[in-house]
């Protein structure tokens, strides 16, 4: 009964910690308007690393000389993954933008596999990619550049996962992100500066600035961490999949983003090929042994 409460509480914590991130982009959406895509990804990010750093207090545990690289590289790509986010979700709907995104991810799992199962899930992910992909016949036309800028996180993220597996193994976790988020805040921060100046301290902008920080960054890494420590990493993978459809209901509900029968197709194909591919790479390894 015990175990059987603390794995429901793990997938609690899951389910919570990606209603709260998509919850936190749906409140950063609505500060676009007033200091942009680009002053909320600082705002977002700055907060986030000192959030991060009073929780981890990474300076008990900093790298050491060449060490330095992995951890850099990684919160450019955390930071870029960030921006080029907002960027995106500022033309184009939530969930469409999570699920563009998500193929980043996808592609560094179905990237380290080389068995013909694979090609099923590359080709649901392509078919969702398609059906999202602009038509600039139509009125309703998703805009091209928020389309790129989707995809881009996309590859961003999946740099996130290389060189944050590379950082990873330096320090902590917590420590490892905390780092990273600073990096990240160092470049982003200017550029927020420089696009949307003294707004960027305005009493309307800061306690939504710092609910986004809260909502995207420090309490979900805090469930997952729960959730990591009483899942395994397949079911925490499985989990995860559901992702775009939260992040379109969230949009929906916060947001009134209406989507199309297409595109929620799109949105069930991508997080298929997730799914798949997320279930077939991990029973490789018990068909072998």
């Known amino acids: 009964m015990q175990q059987h409460k603390v794995l429901l509480l793990a997938i609690a914590s899951v389910l919570l910690a990606m209603v ?82 998500f193929t ?15 090609l099923l899930w590359v080709a649901l992910a392509l078919g969702g990619i398609l059906l999202l992909l602009p038509d600039m016949r139509s009125v309703d036309a998703l805009d091209p550049i928020g389309v790129l800028f989707a995809l881009a996180a996309g590859a961003c993220w999946a740099g996130y996962i290389l060189f944050g597996q590379r950082a990873g193994n330096l320090a902590s976790g917590g420590t490892t992100v905390a780092l990273g988020m600073t990096v990240a805040a160092c470049f982003l921060v200017p550029i927020g500066v420089f696009n949307a100046g003294s707004a ?17 960054s420090a309490l979900p890494y805090s469930l997952e961490m729960v959730a990591l420590k009483n899942l395994s990493a397949q079911s925490f993978s499985v989990l995860m999949s559901l992702e775009p459809a939260i992040a379109a209901l969230a949009g929906f509900i916060l947001l009134s983003e209406l989507l199309t029968f297409t595109q929620w197709l799109a949105i069930l194909l991508v997080m298929a090929a997730s799914l798949g591919s997320t279930l077939s790479t991990q029973k490789k390894p018990a068909a072998a042994s």
């Not at 980043?104 to 694979?118: E, K, M």
């Open 104 to 118: 980043g991810p996808l592609a560094v799992a179905l990237f380290s596999s080389r068995r013909r199962l694979d």
């Open 20 to 101: 709260t991130i998509q919850s936190g982009a749906s409140i950063a959406k609505q500060l676009f308007p007033v200091i942009g895509p680009e002053g909320t990804t600082a705002l977002r990010v700055g907060f986030s690393a000192l959030m991060l750093w009073l929780v981890f207090r990474p300076w008990r545990h900093l790298p050491k000389g060449r060490n330095w690289r992995a951890v850099i590289v990684y919160g450019l790509c955390l930071g870029g993954m960030n921006l080029l986010f907002y960027l995106a979700i500022a033309r184009i709907p939530l969930g469409i933008g999570v699920a563009l995104e």
């Open 200 to 216: 960027l301290l305005s009493f309307e902008v800061i306690p939504l600035a710092i609910a986004v920080a809260a909502l995207s």
